[in-house]
């Protein structure tokens, strides 16, 4: 007969009540810096886990829309509002849900937060955690990192110095009707060395994909960046000794396999192009129009983007944790690693 | 019967000799700014083509490695060179191939432009055209772009007048044994409206992925990039008129589509690790050992990487546009797009 | 602007409705012949259709479960049943669900049957459509085929006459508390030349893993079968003339391609495990046990399959039908098809 | 640092050598049996082996074909051979290959052949073989079965009684310009419980998908395959006790997992359609044509299926046992499992 490790039994009795806690943490209306929007984002268990367990067979979740009024949306359907996927969406299918919370929505990150839930449970038991916090918004940055203030402000912000000229900067962008963009910082630390694979599912490209796929992303940093332009050789790599390596300019990631040093990226986040300031823009009878949003919107959606950049790079790592198993199972290590930094 | 268009026949004929001319591109030794090393790069089509056609079976392409001198690899087979993948690797699958021409090499890209070379072919024929040109060497930034330089300079610099700076950068670096980095920008013109998916492979995702794929790149913008943390939504949306957009702030992607607009990206690469300047590593055995690359590296790898960041490009453009015909193959215009800017 | 086929439009609009048909054919307790378990199996449409027209975007169903009685599977929670899934699951896994309506059990086959309504619909204005019926039940061989009569009976018969004898053992089975096999019959006509791929995904390949994938299928046959074995080459190979082939001993596929030929496909399905004749066992301690299946079962679970045939020929063909046009959308015809018998 | 099993290396040493042997079990002109044409089917491992040793990054096989006489295809070159796939290439790419050798030749299974040479030294360290040979051919069935007998006969028939009958319809068939069908077995023993998924990739599933993928296989049958259609619940479900199962009608598949008894397939193989006698076809043009292919042709293909057959179970077997690592690594056994007939 056969058994899972007791520790897995245990870290998943407490069921859908774990997945929660990170949807809470995404969900709008949690603080009044985002939207107004209330929307419950209760997750269902609906396959796959029996009797606190996880059975090995697909989990299916549900989170069902519950706060969506329609009537917010009605004077937009014929309209493509500038920055969305409305004008994309309608040319692409030749139809298009002009409600909220469709694939085009951000509300669809709720998902991939429930889903990584799952997968942070399964991370941790193998030693490996994942964190994100907001390192910039607009022209506020945070300068003074301190991860344990992250979960103590509204804004997720590494820097509890910063909170104060963030929450000034929201007002003064609600008042506009305007919003702003954001920088946030995520990480893995605790990898094993070498997740990833050598060309086509490099662990950077797929943290990458991950990362870019989230709505509103435009760029995706590894480790130092676009700052690896202006260095040299002999000041990027990262030089290694029998105590461990020097530095980590490569954010943990060499020939797209993790070097066990923390995996660190960077992504921002364009402002929400749904806001109260009025813009021209086309009708579905390509006439001209102006066009101001009054939905309930984030003056700052890369706020709630912290959570869901931590659910996208524990979706990847924990895949490449197992394909690594699959292929990698059975080499053994002769000599301990290094100690990382 | 059936017949494929015309256009696909004679567009095929040449055969191998029209996937050599980026080949030519990426080569090392194709200038005195890169790598000494000189590898002939001449594809072969083993199969999937007949008659200078593609048959519609898969094309399997053959570049053999030429000049790969295993004795400049034989006194670091026992090193772990700082910033490469010999680490990872070891580590990963518990055995390396020290040789170069493996799968950590730039040289693995080789095949990777060899393929696009067919993918280009194809989209030339939809009017889509893939361009990439050196916008940033180290501290020489190109100012003034100018697309029809690029392939005047072996730099691939989008600004001619930059040249000379870089120059001058490459000499001192060799002087030095060192490396610098480099920034790359890529474009896609003629894409219709809709290549994408609304979640999981989004247009710029894949991008990014693709992008981030390649050896030494550690950044990934689209559009404005990180430049859209600080900017204000009523700033970064990208109005609609009658006559088309009025800016290109998203960089031609929204909701993970296409908008027609022109596909914008921007790379950044690492300075090469295989310098000549000393530093510390260890070898197998976990035992400190100083280490000085010999072997003819690149002194900047972001040269070589435009023609391969083409092609990466060109691959993702042209999966995308066969799954949108699949998907979307009857979806009808039924109004002229608008005018793209 | 963009629109799809109006034939499209119309043709969604009724929604679920159009989904439940199916369904309601392979649910359970929809005759006195086939289990009594009653489930509902009443499908919603969780995302990706709007006003009765799908978007594009990814569809979403759910089944609930609904009469599931979880006592009835109490008393076989330890006890590994012979011809079941039990053994195997535990010992992949380490856990079991015992309780009916999971992975293993052929209630997971009723989404099958609900995501082929689309493809069906869609499949439908392409001219393309699928059926099947129940050719032989134990001893019991449809002799005169007639695809009129298979909707008429509760055994999906393709023999009207054979009717009476079925009748006749099932109701020996109940009796007996046994179970017996059967072998189904489906077929998919109106399909263009072409569809498949030459050597991985050839199209008879994926009706092969398609139809061994539904529970309780061993066997699947293309065309003549296994009667190929004692065939000559003479006799076999399928005659060209102008007017048509002359015979369909390939069933429909040449080279891992559609012929544009009825494309023909036969499977057997082993009798149902799940029967009141006591047999051996051995617990989950290893300890030997006597077991007699007490819950509602099916004496012949090949007449339900049935329906589940047909959705899985439908799934296969859809997909071959979308990737045959994302590669050879431009490949046109310059003289009309054959006739195709 | 790390290592792999001293096992892996040492099995590993011999290089393409190891692979070299099916290969000549398939190749054509090994015997006077089979195909006149000579092909040296020699084997080069371009990539991912380094000293004798895999390096887990792919592996490159490549093999030349040697001996295509392009003259003896020139005058089929416009005529649809039926029973080949020529009429169905031309109507999906527009396009025909009409030499040998191409993707709808048999010879496209040779590398098959090859790389499963690699996936049987992995799957033997892990206690899994993999064996097929020929239960009929025409009317001449095998009735004694002797694995021992497979290698020593150029029909790999499991009954070495079998064989002069073999000869003489050979004789026979080479007479008359015919060619006849083949039955082949196909085992894999020594598979672990549990290797398979429970709905999207089955073991049976994925097993009947790869040996429909052979050329000119036509039914696939797992266990008892199509006699559980005439069989009771009682007979076929086999039964366990303490010292192992009491019969394997399920042919080691339950829910679609392994259940670690022998793995028994069997497939049936047409014809070859390549033959002597006279048939009628028709033109690229449409035009009726009488056809007699001159080629060397086998008069009986199933029996250079044998080696194939085999192949592709060891593929498909490889993947689930990399994937059953992946996702159930750290469930362990409890207690042993029970002994297997």
């Known amino acids: 007969m056969a058994r899972r490790s007791a520790l897995l039994l245990m870290a998943a ?25 209330r929307e419950a984002d209760q997750v269902r268990i609906l396959s796959g886990v ?33 920055g969305h996927a409305d004008y994309t969406y309608e040319h692409k299918y030749g139809i298009r849900d002009y409600r909220g919370g469709g694939r085009s929505s951000a509300r669809e990150t709720a998902m991939r937060v429930a889903a990584a839930g799952i997968a942070k449970k399964f991370l941790a038991q193998q030693g490996i955690s994942i964190r994100a916090g907001l390192s910039q918004m607009g022209s506020v940055i945070a300068e003074q990192w301190d991860w344990q203030q992250v979960n103590q402000n509204p804004f997720f912000s590494v820097d509890g110095n910063a909170v104060a000229a963030m929450e000034e900067l929201i007002r003064e962008l609600k008042k ?22 050598p060309v086509f599912d490099r662990l950077d490209a797929d943290i990458a994909k991950a990362l870019m796929s989230i709505n509103a992303v435009k760029a995706v940093a590894i480790g130092d960046g676009f700052a690896v332009v202006n260095q040299r050789g002999s000041e990027h790599r990262d030089e290694l000794t029998p105590s461990g390596f020097l530095s980590n300019h490569s954010g943990g990631v060499l020939g797209g396999l993790s070097t066990a040093q923390p995996l660190l990226a960077d992504i921002a986040l364009k402002p929400t192009s749904s806001i109260g300031v009025s813009g021209q823009t086309i009708d579905r009878f390509g006439q001209p129009q102006a066009i101001v949003t009054k939905g309930r919107h ?44």
Not at 52 to 71: F, H, Y
Not at 312 to 333: E, F, K, S
């Open 298 to 341: 984030d003056p700052c959606v890369g706020i709630r983007a912290v959570p869901i950049a931590e659910a996208m790079v524990a979706l990847v790592v924990i895949d490449h944790y197992l394909r690594h198993r699959a292929q990698c199972g059975d080499v053994t290590q002769i000599t301990p690693n290094i100690e990382q930094r």
């Open 13 to 37: 009795r407490r069921g859908a009540a774990d997945l929660q806690a990170d949807l809470d943490r995404r969900k709008p209306g949690s603080n009044r810096f985002t939207t107004a929007r």
């Open 176 to 197: 506009a009707g305007d919003s702003v963009g954001a920088k946030v910082r995520v990480e893995a630390h605790g990898l094993p060395v070498g997740l990833g694979e």
């Open 50 to 82: 029996f009797e606190g367990v996880t059975t090995g067979t697909p989990i299916a979740l549900l989170i069902e829309n519950s706060d969506q009024r329609s009537q917010d949306y009605g004077d937009i359907k014929d309209l493509f509002r500038p």
